[in-house]
């Protein structure tokens, strides 16, 4: 499988099993010239060798990585039709994210996820298991990215994205903080701070200080610091967002 083994095999831990183990190996095997079902199964089984070895349940940055393109995939699929706009967006990400290299492997791999029929429900329950709240958060952010490449998000893809976020245990009140940083709608800085207009002064204080704890792109340093790097951008969304309302009322 020469790289593209040495890239699948490098960071992933709990998706080389279960429901997304499976799609993986119908992406490998059907989609990728010169990999065969063979040498999927033999990797497979190493991690299966390894995770015997060692304490089970912590995401890898290829974990991240891999979860990433399979619900990638669902949220572009959503409203029927596949846009080159949003798929470039996700090879944009990953070239940023991840280097050309390694970005080309993972698309390589996304071109077989794609044309498979996923369980979000299953491929959420996965992932929930092994993954902090702030990782699925950020797993979120971007599929809100995704969407909003074309221009705007349709109400099909809010519409899986919001079944995503249930099944991935995040709250009403973090979806729709992250979903108002992809809108433009007036109050929407309130929004992204959970609090409403009517919010005191001192409130607006508080609750900026809560959700730039919340969002720190440290929380995700268990990932590497590629995705501390991505984890920036919902912050600075925060930082953005408080700033705004302090010049609407004047506060220092």
Same mark, same amino acid.
């Given at each position: 499988?020469g790289?593209?083994?040495?890239w699948?095999?490098?960071?992933? %831990?709990?998706? !080389?099993? %279960?429901p997304?183990?499976?799609?993986?190996?119908f992406?490998?095997?059907?989609?990728?010239?010169?990999v065969? !079902?063979?040498?999927?199964t033999q990797?497979q089984q190493e991690?299966?060798r390894?995770?015997?070895?060692?304490?089970?349940?912590?995401?890898?940055?290829g974990?991240?990585?891999?979860?990433?393109?399979i619900?990638a995939?669902?949220?572009?699929?959503?409203?029927?039709?596949?846009?080159?706009?949003?798929?470039? /967006?996700?090879?944009?990400?990953?070239?940023? !994210?991840?280097?050309?290299e390694?970005?080309?492997h993972a698309?390589k791999?996304?071109n077989?996820i794609?044309?498979k029929?996923i369980?979000?429900?299953? =491929?959420?329950?996965?992932i929930?298991?092994? #993954?902090?709240?702030?990782t699925?958060l950020?797993?979120l952010?971007?599929?809100?990215?995704?969407?909003?490449?074309?221009?705007? =998000?349709?109400?099909s893809?809010?519409?899986?994205?919001?079944?995503?976020? %249930? /099944?991935?245990?995040?709250?009403?009140?973090?979806?729709?903080?992250?979903?108002?940083?992809f809108?433009?709608?007036?109050g929407? #800085?309130?929004?992204?701070?959970?609090?409403t207009?009517n919010?005191?002064n001192?409130?607006?204080?508080?609750?900026?200080?809560? !959700?730039? *704890?919340? /969002?720190?792109?440290?929380k995700?340093? %268990?990932?590497?610091?590629?995705?501390?790097?991505?984890?920036?951008? *919902?912050?600075?969304?925060?930082?953005?967002?408080?700033?705004?309302?302090?010049?609407e009322r004047?506060?220092?």
């Amino acid at each position: 499988m020469g790289k593209f083994a040495k890239w699948l095999g490098a960071g992933a %831990g709990f998706t !080389m099993g %279960g429901p997304i183990g499976a799609i993986i190996g119908f992406a490998v095997g059907s989609f990728i010239d010169g990999v065969s !079902m063979e040498d999927f199964t033999q990797e497979q089984q190493e991690y299966q060798r390894q995770a015997q070895q060692k304490q089970r349940g912590r995401a890898t940055s290829g974990d991240f990585e891999i979860s990433l393109l399979i619900l990638a995939s669902i949220v572009i699929k959503a409203d029927g039709r596949v846009d080159q706009r949003e798929l470039d /967006y996700v090879r944009s990400y990953f070239v940023r !994210m991840y280097g050309k290299e390694r970005a080309n492997h993972a698309f390589k791999l996304f071109n077989g996820i794609i044309k498979k029929q996923i369980s979000t429900r299953q =491929v959420c329950l996965q992932i929930r298991q092994h #993954m902090t709240h702030s990782t699925r958060l950020q797993l979120l952010h971007f599929l809100f990215g995704i969407a909003k490449a074309d221009g705007q =998000v349709t109400g099909s893809e809010e519409q899986e994205i919001r079944k995503i976020a %249930g /099944y991935l245990y995040i709250n009403e009140r973090d979806y729709s903080s992250i979903k108002a940083m992809f809108y433009d709608a007036s109050g929407n #800085m309130y929004k992204i701070l959970e609090i409403t207009k009517n919010a005191t002064n001192d409130e607006v204080k508080k609750a900026y200080r809560k !959700m730039a *704890k919340k /969002y720190h792109p440290d929380k995700l340093q %268990g990932l590497g610091e590629e995705h501390k790097k991505g984890g920036k951008e *919902k912050f600075q969304q925060i930082q953005a967002a408080y700033d705004q309302i302090k010049k609407e009322r004047g506060l220092s």
